[in-house]
């Protein structure tokens, strides 16, 4: 994908980023909660991102740092301006694009459509220093609910020089029918563009290094389901950093990219559409362990612990 350079067009009334129940002194404190692990902040989450609907409005985290403060997440960069941190979105949604930019479309390629939704919070079940727990609905362009999210953030100390990132995601269906996700492979892009998940837009000066247990770099770790993945980076600052991604669900693949941006996705729809069932919601828990430094593949497993994929 390219980067959108088109002016920006004017918002739709049917996406609209307050809630039913929010009025406007709960909607300018909603828009930004940090995360802290140990009086550090590590994390903010953006809850009403005020962007164009082409840029796939959605809550998101970022800046997310390393306990040293090095910066792990890029949003809004002029290559991808519609990846924001670390975020949930997904490209086509029953028909309606929830991730940003150009649609891929089957033998026509990538193509504006007048197909962006958004996905909103609409309200709060807990909000701490160290844990998020909210309500979203994922809608298309006329603002029809195709999905509902329950969704919880968490962040916790991993020793001295890490801390985890834990989201976990009920979906469940709003239309009383399967709801389909898909992805530009799914919809006849080659090359194993299976992205839309939890994406994670890393923070990188030069390319980083990717690898699982058995796999080194982007060929050979795109498409894979290993149980853990990991980046080896280097932030704006020079600070080294260490990414090690867990959480893949049945059926998911890591998506990654290292050369054309850095970037890592649990894929929902890697090669073949995912299904969210009529009365049976799809659950997703995705954990991030953040660390300084670049860690040693060998200590990996242990960093994680039993239930690191969990």
């Not at 739709?12 to 002194?25: F, L, N, Q, S, Y």
């Not at 994390?43 to 997310?64: F, I, Q, S, T």
């Not at 890490?162 to 989201?167: E, F, G, S, T």
């Not at 149980?227 to 600070?239: F, K, V």
């Given at each position: 994908?390219?980067?959108?350079r088109?002016?920006?067009a004017?918002?739709r009334?049917?996406?609209?980023?307050?809630?039913k129940?929010?009025?406007?002194?709960e909607?300018?404190?909603d828009?930004?909660?940090r995360?802290v692990?140990?009086g550090?902040?590590?994390?903010?989450?953006v809850?009403?991102?005020d962007l164009d609907?082409?840029?796939?409005?959605r809550?998101?985290?970022?800046p997310?740092?390393?306990?040293?403060?090095?910066?792990?997440t890029d949003?809004r960069?002029?290559?991808?301006v519609?990846?924001?941190?670390?975020?949930?979105?997904v490209?086509?949604v029953d028909?309606a694009?929830?991730w940003?930019?150009?649609?891929?479309?089957?033998?026509?390629?990538?193509?504006?459509r007048?197909?962006?939704?958004?996905?909103?919070?609409t309200?709060?079940?807990?909000r701490?220093t160290d844990?998020?727990?909210?309500?979203?609905?994922w809608?298309?362009?006329?603002?029809?609910?195709?999905l509902?999210?329950?969704?919880?953030?968490?962040?916790?100390?991993?020793g001295d020089?890490a801390?985890?990132?834990?989201?976990?995601?009920?979906?469940s269906?709003?239309?009383?029918a399967?709801v389909?996700?898909?992805?530009?492979?799914?919809?006849?892009r080659?090359g194993?563009?299976?992205?839309?998940?939890?994406?994670?837009?890393?923070?990188a000066t030069?390319?980083?290094?990717?690898r699982?247990?058995?796999?080194?770099?982007?060929?050979?770790?795109n498409g894979?389901?290993?149980p853990?993945?990991?980046?080896?980076?280097?932030?704006?600052?020079?600070?080294?950093?260490?990414?090690?991604?867990t959480?893949?669900g049945?059926?998911d693949?890591?998506f990654?990219?290292?050369?054309?941006?850095?970037?890592?996705?649990?894929?929902?729809?890697f090669?073949?559409?995912?299904?969210?069932?009529?009365?049976?919601?799809?659950?997703?828990?995705?954990?991030?362990?953040?660390?300084d430094g670049?860690?040693?593949?060998?200590?990996?497993p242990?960093r994680?612990g039993?239930?690191?994929?969990?």
């Amino acid at each position: 994908m390219t980067a959108d350079r088109r002016p920006a067009a004017p918002h739709r009334a049917a996406i609209v980023r307050e809630t039913k129940d929010a009025g406007p002194a709960e909607v300018a404190r909603d828009a930004e909660e940090r995360l802290v692990v140990a009086g550090v902040e590590v994390a903010r989450y953006v809850v009403r991102p005020d962007l164009d609907p082409r840029h796939g409005p959605r809550p998101h985290l970022h800046p997310v740092r390393t306990r040293a403060g090095t910066p792990v997440t890029d949003a809004r960069p002029a290559d991808h301006v519609w990846h924001l941190g670390a975020s949930l979105a997904v490209q086509d949604v029953d028909g309606a694009n929830l991730w940003g930019g150009r649609t891929y479309v089957r033998d026509l390629g990538y193509t504006w459509r007048d197909d962006h939704g958004v996905i909103a919070h609409t309200g709060w079940r807990a909000r701490t220093t160290d844990r998020l727990e909210h309500d979203l609905d994922w809608r298309d362009r006329n603002g029809r609910t195709l999905l509902r999210e329950h969704r919880t953030v968490t962040a916790g100390p991993a020793g001295d020089d890490a801390w985890w990132l834990d989201l976990s995601a009920t979906l469940s269906s709003a239309t009383g029918a399967d709801v389909h996700l898909g992805s530009p492979a799914t919809n006849g892009r080659p090359g194993g563009a299976g992205y839309g998940g939890f994406f994670w837009r890393a923070a990188a000066t030069g390319e980083p290094r990717v690898r699982t247990a058995d796999a080194v770099g982007e060929e050979a770790v795109n498409g894979s389901a290993a149980p853990w993945l990991a980046l080896l980076g280097t932030g704006p600052g020079g600070g080294a950093y260490t990414l090690v991604f867990t959480g893949l669900g049945p059926g998911d693949r890591w998506f990654v990219r290292t050369t054309a941006y850095p970037g890592v996705c649990v894929a929902y729809a890697f090669d073949r559409p995912a299904v969210v069932a009529a009365g049976r919601p799809r659950r997703n828990r995705h954990r991030v362990l953040v660390a300084d430094g670049h860690l040693d593949p060998a200590d990996v497993p242990a960093r994680l612990g039993p239930v690191g994929g969990a």
